[in-house]
């Protein structure tokens, strides 16, 4: 099965970088994805990641390390926007994804 | 249409009552699957199909929980005899061959909120 271990919360300042963190032990791994969720609305998909190493897409960056089982989610410059839950999510053997509980970000002014 | 939908957006019902959930997805996505998202909480998996295979029904937490998928298209998520516990939002996602390259990520509709009074 699939484990996967993220911050509930975290409060960054407006402008400022965050990084919230997720590591995961699981019987099969097949890729890592990031989602942000704004509250009431649906998931909608931010990074994904399948090889160790940074990818980088404008103000959000993310990490993996297989070895470690662990991922991060990096956000630049942040804005009263980015205040959402953002949601790790591995998948496993087929494109079956195992979500983590997710991190409420607020950003404050 | 250019993403998922669900329908209805907000569903209140009594306990007891069976409650029926669609999702469309998006045009020519092989897979669909269902989740169960509570109040500040992650999602729960609930149900997956790909293609014509036989769903895989792993995430349904009882018996009281089915779902089809008809045509492989549009998916109806069937709770009978629904309980309090069962007041959640429940998301439909969709994949395919669109999106990043590789990544065939789940593309969300905007679910369907249920109440069990």
């Known amino acids: 099965g699939q484990n996967i271990d993220q911050p509930t919360e975290m409060t960054a300042t407006e402008g400022a970088i965050v990084q919230i963190n997720c590591t995961y032990q699981t019987s099969g791994f097949n890729g890592l994805f990031w989602y942000q969720q704004h509250a009431g609305e649906a998931p909608t998909f931010l990074s994904y990641?399948?090889?160790?190493g940074l990818e980088e897409k404008g103000r959000f960056s993310s990490f993996l390390s297989r070895s470690k089982g662990y991922s991060y989610l990096l956000l630049k410059e942040l804005q009263m926007k980015d205040s959402a839950s953002y949601l790790c999510a591995v998948r496993g053997p087929g494109n079956m994804l195992t979500f983590g509980g997710g991190t409420r970000l607020m950003v404050k002014p | 249409g250019a993403g998922v939908s669900q329908s209805p957006s907000n569903k209140v019902t009594e306990k007891g009552k069976d409650v029926e959930l669609r999702c469309d997805p998006i045009?020519?996505?092989?897979?669909l699957y269902w989740y169960r998202q509570s109040l500040g909480q992650g999602l729960e998996f609930l149900i997956y199909?790909?293609?014509?295979?036989?769903?895989?029904k792993s995430g349904l937490p009882s018996d009281r929980f089915s779902a089809e998928r008809t045509g492989g298209s549009v998916s109806t998520l069937t709770i009978q005899r629904t309980q309090q516990e069962d007041s959640a939002v429940y998301l439909c996602?969709?994949?395919?061959?669109?999106?990043?390259?590789?990544?065939?990520?789940?593309?969300f509709g905007p679910g369907t909120r249920l109440t069990v009074l």
């Open positions: 199909f790909q293609g014509n295979s036989a769903p895989d």
């Open positions: 990641n399948v090889l160790d």
């Open positions: 996602a969709s994949s395919g061959t669109s999106g990043l390259a590789g990544a065939n990520e789940q593309f």
């Open positions: 045009s020519g996505h092989t897979a």
